[in-house]
Nanobody, 123 residues
């Protein structure tokens, strides 16, 4: 399992942007797909997207065209760029790691989780 630490959350206004980072340690980062999920108060954790080691990505329909995943394997870091933010994007955002390549859409498919970073979007 990897140790994951997110950062970059904050309070912004509608239409603003944020970049979240997730730094991994304790394993071979390039062996893992990195996923991102969000969880709003009273709701279940929802899939945002994932990125394979080689850069292949898959996104939830709700964020396509607004959010972008990237990663820097030598720096053991995954990034989630959030653009055109809306109040409904308000949530705690978590990064997670899943070994190998697959369609990692569900939280139970991931082995490691970060502590989360809060994103709050006001209108």
């Amino acid at each position: 399992q990897l140790l994951l630490v997110e950062s970059g959350g904050g309070s912004v206004q509608t239409g603003d942007s944020l970049r979240l980072s997730c730094v991994a340690s304790g394993g071979t980062f390039s062996s893992y797909a990195m996923g991102w999920f969000c969880q709003a108060p009273g709701k279940e954790r929802e899939f945002v997207g994932y990125i394979w080691s080689g850069g292949t990505t898959e996104y939830a329909d709700s964020v396509k065209g607004r959010f972008t995943l990237s990663r820097d394997n030598p720096k053991n870091t995954s990034y989630l760029q959030l653009n055109s933010l809306k109040p409904e994007d308000t949530a705690v955002y978590f990064c997670a790691a899943a070994y190998g390549r697959g369609h990692f859409l569900l939280p139970r498919q991931y082995d490691s989780w970060g502590q989360g970073t809060q994103v709050t979007v006001s209108s």
